[in-house]
């Protein structure tokens, strides 16, 4: 683990220089480490640095709109996708009721104009 540590932390360092060359910077406050593998025992979290600040390690992390666990198994981006299209779904339960919930009309027009929203 400790090569892989250097290895990481060599790129990081490079890195952050061809960024100061061009004249962009990057963040350590803003920045996580997460560490996949699907083995079951435990491996020791790497301690990457930027600028002497170190970079906190996460379980999950966020990447282009998909949650990504430590383990790969996609299992908090699909629960947070079921958590949000049943918000959805029980919203247009409500309004697509005969007996109460909104006049047709209404409905229709309320439903398409909340979907494109969200």
């Known amino acids: 683990m400790n090569m892989i540590e ?4 060599n790129a990081v360092n490079k890195l952050v220089t061809l ?7 990057i963040s350590a406050e803003k920045s996580l480490c997460v560490h996949f593998c699907r083995k079951r025992n435990i491996h020791l979290d ?20 998909v949650i990504l666990d430590r383990k790969l198994t996609f299992l908090p981006h ?12 029980n919203i247009l339960k409500v309004l697509s009721r005969t007996s109460w919930g909104a006049e047709p ?5 309320t439903s398409q104009k909340w979907l494109l929203r969200h």
């Open 6 to 9: 250097r290895q990481l932390q």
């Open 78 to 89: 699909i629960l947070h996708l079921r958590k949000k299209c049943d918000g959805s779904l």
């Open 19 to 25: 960024c100061d060359n061009n004249g962009h910077t």
């Open 46 to 65: 790497p301690n990457i640095q930027i600028r002497n600040a170190s970079i906190p390690v996460r379980n999950e992390i966020r990447f282009l709109g």
């Open 105 to 109: 009309p209404y409905s229709v027009f």
